[in-house]
């Protein structure tokens, strides 16, 4: 027996909704990523005045956030040595 290796292309069965997706929507990601990226400008900051980089003692509530590792693999999926 043969199997095809050509991915189905899924359809939708609903409509979107805007209201009702930003009732649902989690903003945690959003959060998570805007909080990484002043953490990341402070350590720039911090190195260039030759100071030592801050310390951050919160950031696995960050990183384990599931849609920040869905993007994280998404990121490095596509590089193959990864």
Not at 13 to 27: G, L, Q, S, V
Not at 54 to 59: A, E, Y
Request: net charge positive; no cysteine; proline share 5%.
């Amino acid at each position: 027996m043969r199997t095809s290796n050509r991915k189905k292309k899924l359809t939708a069965t609903i409509t979107f909704n805007e209201k009702i997706a930003k009732r649902y929507h989690d903003t945690r990601y959003y959060e998570a990523i805007i909080t990484l990226d002043h953490i990341f400008k402070k350590k720039l900051t911090a190195a260039s005045k030759n100071q030592p980089p801050p310390i951050h003692d919160d950031l696995m509530s960050i990183i384990s956030h599931p849609d920040v590792l869905k993007m994280a693999y998404r990121t490095i999926r596509k590089d193959k040595g990864a």
